[in-house]
């Protein structure tokens, strides 16, 4: 364990030093003439899940119950505390370098980085060697749900719903199965989906969309979800960036834009 740790912390060094150097032989690769201009003044709209149910139900678990998430999924419930801060996330958006993909406050660049959101989601550290990649065949929604529900076509094809462009499935629906389902571990499933789809990942005020369940129905491989919860925080900065005004849909731990 000791020499994997060592391997990876030379590597690392390895990394940075040809990265340093390959910039001062090579310059940017950005255009010959750009000029980086950060906004004075961003402004965000913050709407997000009501997240009191949650809360409750997460309240009113057993410590069994508990421990057996904490296993599974981490220490994500924590993140039902957390105050969002609509300050803090017009920050973001007006310091983001889109150019070099980090925040920069002066002459000050600062990166966000998986280690970073690995503590931030308290992760499983069984989940640090796989990394989630989109299947080439995935199953439907209505398939994937239940899977993760272990409930019946039936049932689970009458509560699919249709938003916009995208399938999803309402909350009160996950709500309503945590609350009645005999099966303590799919009980606790459907929880860590219900996290995942309106704090993570949120597209749509109380419903639970379909990407976030193609993500979610392979965490029972080991893989960690934290290099894509990174991506869609770049992607949705860059969002921001590209446009004047900047309506952000929240849900509690992420941007979504």
């Given at each position: 364990?000791?020499?994997?740790?060592?391997?990876?912390v030379?590597?690392?060094?390895v990394?940075?030093?040809w990265s340093?150097?390959?910039?001062?032989?090579?310059g940017?690769?950005?255009?010959e003439?750009?000029?980086?201009?950060?906004w004075d003044?961003?402004?965000?709209?913050?709407t997000q899940?009501n997240l009191?149910e949650?809360?409750?139900i997460w309240a009113?678990?057993?410590?069994?119950?508990?421990q057996?998430?904490?296993?599974?999924y981490?220490?994500?419930p924590?993140?039902?505390d957390?105050?969002?801060d609509e300050?803090?996330?017009?920050?973001?958006?007006?310091?983001?370098?889109?150019a070099?993909s980090?925040f920069?406050?002066?002459?000050?660049?600062?990166?966000?980085?998986l280690e970073k959101?690995t503590n931030?989601?308290r992760c499983?550290r069984?989940?640090e060697d796989?990394?989630y990649?989109?299947?080439?065949?995935?199953?439907?929604f209505?398939k994937?749900?239940m899977?993760?529900l272990?409930m019946?076509?039936?049932w689970?094809?009458?509560?699919?719903k249709?938003k916009g462009?995208?399938?999803c499935?309402?909350?009160?629906?996950l709500?309503?199965?945590?609350?009645?389902h005999?099966?303590?571990?799919?009980?606790v499933d459907v929880f860590?989906?219900s996290i995942?789809?309106?704090?993570i990942?949120p597209?749509?005020?109380g419903?639970?969309?379909?990407?976030?369940?193609?993500?979610?129905?392979?965490?029972?491989?080991?893989v960690t979800?934290?290099p894509?919860?990174l991506?869609?925080?770049f992607?949705?900065?860059?969002?921001?960036?590209?446009?004047?005004l900047?309506p952000i849909?929240?849900?509690?731990?992420?941007?979504?834009?």
């Open positions: 364990m000791e020499n994997k740790l060592l391997d990876k030379e590597n690392s060094a990394v940075r030093v340093e150097k390959t910039q001062l032989e090579k940017d690769s950005l255009m003439g750009y000029t980086l201009e950060l003044f961003t402004y965000i709209s913050v899940n009191q949650l809360k409750k009113q678990w057993d410590d069994e119950t508990k057996l998430f904490y296993y599974n981490g220490d994500l924590y993140l039902l957390i105050k969002v300050h803090l996330f017009r920050a973001l958006a007006q310091f983001w370098n889109s070099y980090c920069t406050f002066g002459e000050v660049d600062l990166v966000p980085t959101y931030l989601l499983p069984i989940q796989k990394v990649s989109k299947a080439v065949n995935i199953p439907t209505v994937k749900l899977n993760i272990a019946s076509e039936q689970v094809a009458g509560r699919v249709q462009d995208n399938k499935i309402p909350w009160k629906s709500r309503d199965l945590i609350l009645v005999p099966d303590t571990k799919k009980k860590a989906l995942y789809g309106l704090m990942f597209r749509a005020l419903y639970v969309d379909e990407a976030v369940t193609d993500l979610f129905n392979r965490l029972d491989k080991r979800p934290v894509v919860i991506a869609e925080t992607r949705s900065l860059n969002a921001c960036r590209s446009s004047e900047l849909e929240r849900a509690s731990s992420d941007t979504k834009t």
